[in-house]
């Protein structure tokens, strides 16, 4: 567990050296992924690799270009293939800390789809682990909520139907159902 704890404040500590206001970002898709990974009844040790694989799910990008990341308009072809790369890349980062090799495997998936139309190995429905799927649900509604080159940010609940709409294509249903519930639940507290 010191391992695992260790390797992931180094790798956030890069992440957030390469680029400056990500970690608020990747420290909620952590929160909101164990919060969902307890909801959905998984053991304490799963919890915890699906919140570390969730904090590390972009990690893989460091090694995309700038002018990628931060285009404001539609990536073309040849840029999606390279942007696509990012969850191996960020496996084989995982993989180098032994530590972190559950994680990887999380990271390598969070693209996949329920659908199987998603990437790098275009695995379906139970195929794709089930901390990956927590992991893509979890991200997909942070990134909503957030400002980006390419989109400005939505409201909590168009962000949940958004959720709802892609539920049984690219997103696990239960994995939905139990987030919306999460979230509504408490909004509804604050």
């Not at 992924?33 to 304490?44: C, D, F, N």
């Not at 539609?74 to 990012?86: G, K, N, Q, Y």
Request: glycine share 8%; charged share 25%.
């Amino acid at each position: 567990m010191r391992a695992q704890r260790e390797s992931l404040g180094l790798l956030l500590k890069v992440v957030a050296e390469h680029t400056p206001g990500i970690l608020e970002h990747l420290n909620r898709v952590g929160r909101l992924a164990r919060s969902t990974a307890q909801a959905l009844g998984l053991s304490e040790d799963e919890v915890e690799c699906v919140e570390i694989a969730a904090r590390l799910h972009d990690v893989g990008k460091l090694a995309i270009p700038d002018s990628i990341l931060d285009k404001p308009g539609e990536l073309d072809a040849r840029e999606w293939v390279i942007m696509r790369t990012h969850a191996e890349v960020g496996e084989r980062m995982l993989l180098a800390a032994p530590s972190l090799a559950d994680a990887a495997e999380l990271v390598r998936a969070h693209h996949e789809r329920f659908d199987g139309r998603g990437y790098p190995d275009r695995l379906a429905g139970d195929a794709i682990p089930l901390g990956a799927r927590i992991i893509s649900v979890c991200a997909a509604f942070a990134a909503m909520m957030r400002n980006r080159p390419f989109s400005d940010a939505i409201t909590v609940e168009e962000a949940l139907d958004e959720l709802g709409r892609c539920a049984g294509g690219q997103f696990d249903p239960l994995v939905v159902e139990a987030f919306q519930q999460l979230i509504r639940r408490a909004t509804a507290q604050s």
